[in-house]
């Protein structure tokens, strides 16, 4: 018993060894291409694959200094496409820099003119959700009235945004705690305003119109908020 023991003993351990072994061959080497394990919190495609590596983020650069003079000749040479050197407006925009250690007038004007854009498509398709997150209370009041005006009379409007033509700062001043900068925006577009039989009673459905808007943009200074609201809005003469 003790030799037929021992002779199964060996045999079972043998055997244990060469399943270990082969085990390890092939689930203890890592080849490079396993699967990512699972991670509920990182966002996926809609093939349900990790978008974490397409995310790019975009540098932060420190926002421009304007106590001493190399700073201020940084941040002039910021304003040049913005406005003259030495001109009342790049006076007043610098005015601005010196209150808002965040503000970047080159990024400002970008926003602004995506704001443009959005707020009169917004405004065409009687989005009043969009509005409402970047109109000051008394614009967006004025335009939810404008658009309740269609709404009632059964007005559509067909819209299309072409383009900005330019956009210039013409002013900006603190007033109390509050910036403001205006901007004279030329836009192409093409517009018309139908009313309950499909008749146009405005514009026109298939040619270019060009619109010089004069808005008005605002920013508490003290805000955390680095959001700018639309306060005014014109028309050139």
Do not use: C
């Not at 201020?72 to 407006?89: H, M, P, R, W, Y």
């Not at 970008?110 to 409402?132: N, Q």
């Amino acid at each position: 018993m003790n030799g037929t023991f021992d002779i199964l003993t060996l045999l079972f351990l043998v055997i244990a060894v060469v399943i270990f072994l082969r085990l390890r061959s092939v689930l203890g080497r890592r080849t490079g291409n396993e699967r990512p394990r699972y991670d509920p919190y990182t966002p996926a495609d809609t093939n349900g694959k990790s978008v974490r590596d397409n995310v790019v983020t975009l540098p932060r650069g420190e926002p421009p200094r304007i106590n001493d003079e190399l700073d201020t000749a940084t941040f002039v040479k910021q304003l040049k496409d913005i406005a003259v050197e030495g001109s009342d407006v790049a006076k007043k925009l610098q005015a601005i820099a010196e209150a808002d250690r965040s503000f970047d007038p080159k990024h400002f004007l970008a926003g602004a003119r995506a704001a443009y854009e959005m707020i009169v498509t917004a405004f065409a398709e009687g989005d009043r959700k969009a509005l409402k997150q970047l109109l000051s209370r008394e614009v967006f009041d004025s335009f939810s009235s404008a658009i309740g005006e269609r709404e009632k009379n059964g007005e559509t409007v067909e819209f299309k945004f072409v383009g900005i033509s330019s956009s210039d700062v013409i002013d900006a001043e603190i007033v109390g705690k509050m910036a403001n900068i205006t901007i004279k925006f030329v836009s192409d577009l093409i517009t018309a305003t139908r009313d309950r039989s499909g008749a146009i009673i405005d514009g026109n459905s298939t040619q270019i119109r060009d619109v010089t808007d004069i808005w008005t943009f605002a920013k508490e200074l003290a805000s955390r908020d680095p959001n700018w609201r639309l306060v005014a809005t014109g028309s050139a003469a």
